[in-house]
T-cell receptor, first 110, second 114 residues
Framework: AQSVTQLGSHVSVSEGALVLLRCNYSSSVPPYLFWYVQYPNQGLQLLLKYTTGATLVKGINGFEAEFKKSETSFHLTKPSAHMSDAAEYFCAVRGGKLVFGAGTILRVKS | DAGVIQSPRHEVTEMGQEVTLRCKPISGHDYLFWYRQTMMRGLELLIYFNNNVPIDDSGMPEDRFSAKMPNASFSTLKIQPSEPRDSAVYFC????????????FGQGTRLTVV
């Protein structure tokens, strides 16, 4: 079975500051991991994914995430936050089905 | 491709009425997922299909909920009878056969049961 835990339902950063959104997973098989972003009144959009190979994966809008098997983590980072990054972010793990974490709402202060 | 298409985008219905939500997945995709999103419970997986066959419906909350996929290009989620606590945004998503691929989401159907 797969599950995901996102630490922090709300994260607030200043514009230009580092963004760090935390995700820990549980999986009985090698995990396929994803980060999605959801803007208000929209569906979910893929930011990035880890399947195999390089553990540091880069996505859209300057985001990246690092897969750490020893820590069962897949944290999402961005060096410098922009106002347009304000949204809800979801970490997900896939076996057959795709299971999402509870989400983290990112607020960016000017 | 136009992406995953859901209809209607908004639905307001009275308690006790039947509601049918529709989804057209991306052509060529083998997996189809139905999710429900609420403030209290987040994004819940209700059911998913592989090659039109339901694989896991353990997330379907009650017998009032049913889902079908009669062919590769169409799926429905039906609630009968509907209740106010069913009010939520329902998302459909589809993906290719391989489980290392991402799912593509529709814009969702916002259901309000009054």
């Amino acid at each position: 079975a797969q599950s995901v835990t996102q630490l922090g339902s709300h994260v607030s950063v200043s514009e230009g500051a580092l963004v760090l959104l935390r995700c820990n997973y549980s999986s009985s098989v090698p995990p396929y991991l994803f980060w999605y972003v959801q803007y208000p009144n929209q569906g979910l959009q893929l930011l990035l994914k880890y399947t195999t190979g390089a553990t540091l994966v880069k996505g859209i809008n300057g985001f990246e995430a690092e897969f750490k098997k020893s820590e069962t983590s897949f944290h999402l980072t961005k060096p410098s936050a922009h106002m347009s990054d304000a949204a809800e972010y979801f970490c997900a793990v896939r076996g057959g089905k795709l299971v999402f974490g509870a989400g983290t709402i990112l607020r960016v202060k000017s | 491709d136009a992406g995953v298409i859901q209809s209607p985008r908004h639905e307001v219905t009275e308690m006790g009425q039947e509601v049918t939500l529709r989804c057209k997945p991306i052509s060529g995709h083998d997996y189809l997922f139905w999710y429900r999103q609420t403030m209290m419970r987040g994004l819940e997986l209700l059911i998913y299909f592989n090659n039109n066959v339901p694989i896991d419906d353990s997330g379907m909350p009650e017998d009032r909920f049913s889902a079908k996929m009669p062919n590769a290009s169409f799926s429905t989620l039906k609630i009968q009878p509907s209740e106010p606590r069913d009010s939520a945004v329902y998302f459909c998503a589809s993906s290719l056969r391989r489980t290392d691929t991402e799912a593509f989401f529709g814009q969702g159907t916002r259901l309000t049961v009054v």
